[in-house]
């Protein structure tokens, strides 16, 4: 099998996690043990780190904010783990420019907001908090991959 192949078979489940193997085998025309085979090979090499539900935020009443933070580059790894074992972070990266470090955090209240910035400008480690709360989400989610 090829590398296109096993793209294709993580776009599949890319746009939707529990897709039946033999569904999967039907729009490749691939046998479905072959599938297996495949899935497993990705899994242990961790192409695949497991499977999740995707979830609509905004209709579990939850908000999302978006924060640039200032930061000095010899404490950028504590601050970003700190960060990413906070729950309401879903998403932290470590980027070039004058915010090295960028996170997306979903809350359940405007106030779940206002203490979490609070509790960013008390860290002596940030030295510089941006943060928007998201108006509209327009595409969140979606597998980069293409069919």
Do not use: W
Not at 77 to 82: A, G, I, P, Q, Y
């Amino acid at each position: 099998m090829t590398e296109r192949f096993e793209e294709q078979l993580v776009a599949a489940l890319c746009r939707d996690g529990r897709a039946d193997i033999r569904d999967i085998a039907a729009t490749t025309d691939v046998v479905p043990t072959t599938i297996q085979k495949h899935l497993r090979a990705l899994e242990e090499r961790g192409t695949i780190d497991g499977y999740t539900a995707q979830l609509n935020y905004g209709e579990l009443g939850y908000g999302t904010a978006v924060f640039r933070l200032g930061v000095e580059l010899d404490v950028i790894d504590d601050v970003t783990d700190r960060l990413r074992e906070r729950a309401q972070f879903v998403t932290v990266y470590q980027t070039s420019g004058p915010h090295p470090v960028f996170a997306i955090g979903k809350f359940e209240s405007e106030a779940a907001i206002a203490a979490c910035l609070r509790e960013l400008h008390d860290d002596p480690d940030i030295h510089r908090v941006e943060a928007d709360t998201v108006v509209s989400v327009r595409r969140e989610d979606d597998c980069p991959i293409p069919e």
